[in-house]
């Protein structure tokens, strides 16, 4: 069983507010991802880590996403100004390593932009 | 343009009948090719994965997937289902030589199993 521990499960936010979450991955994980995953089961990959540092992210939305891995400290994603279209699942996972293949799921937070 | 493609998008079966879920993939490299499982309102968990070797893998509870070059395929397998595997089944491709090797999702197979 996954050992990734998302903060906090359920998020409801007004149009343009901040809107920051949590990630603790599973010990001994350098490597972390987030994800969003929308009503239709559609994922789309945000950013991944090594340790502290960024191995790939997309085009972060006009830079409303922001997102880091601080060392002894939680990972977290914000999104600086919410819009109705991030109402998703945000999905947090870890991998032990990069040889490894299998990835280790949170639960996600479900955020509501209302 | 890498894409993962699960034609079906629900599938209902009986309590111990078998059941196929199919993924097709298109990529130009070397890939991971994995399933995952997600129950309502739990993140996703994982099935099994194939990169090379033997094309059928085995995964957990009774899961097994069959990789298929020529067909791009790498379809999901349970000869006997449970209630209790009824879920969202997601197939995902990661190159193997990119850094960071993000998964690439499927839009997922609900399974309904009725008694």
């Known amino acids: 069983n996954s050992k990734v521990i998302q903060t906090p499960r359920y998020l409801v936010k007004g149009q343009g507010q901040k809107a920051k979450m949590r990630c603790i991955p599973e010990k001994g994980h350098p490597v972390v991802f987030w994800y969003q995953q929308n009503k239709n089961n559609e994922f789309k990959f945000l950013i991944n880590?090594?340790?502290?540092?960024?191995?790939?992210q997309i085009d972060m939305t006009e830079k409303r996403f922001s997102a880091e891995c601080p060392s002894n400290s939680p990972c977290s994603l914000e999104i600086q100004s919410s819009e109705a279209g991030d109402s998703a699942l945000y999905l947090c996972a870890s991998r032990p390593g990069q040889g490894a293949t299998e990835v280790f799921f949170g639960k996600g937070t479900r955020l509501t932009v209302v | 343009t890498q894409t993962v493609s699960q034609s079906d998008a629900h599938v209902t079966v009986f309590e111990g009948d078998s059941v196929e879920l199919r993924c097709n993939y298109s990529?130009?490299?070397?890939?991971?090719l994995s399933w995952y499982i997600q129950h309502h309102g739990r993140g996703l968990q994982f099935l099994l994965k194939y990169y090379s070797g033997n094309p059928v893998v085995q995964g957990v509870n009774g899961f097994e997937a069959e990789f298929s070059k020529s067909d791009s395929s790498f379809h999901l397998r349970k000869a006997s289902v449970h209630w209790s595997d009824s879920a969202v089944y997601f197939c995902?491709?990661?190159?193997?030589?990119?850094?960071?090797?993000?998964?690439?999702f499927g839009t997922g197979t609900t399974v309904s199993v009725s008694p």
């Open positions: 995902a491709v990661s190159p193997a030589y990119q850094g960071g090797r993000a998964l690439i």
């Open positions: 990529y130009g490299g070397s890939i991971y």
């Open positions: 880590f090594q340790n502290q540092e960024v191995l790939q």
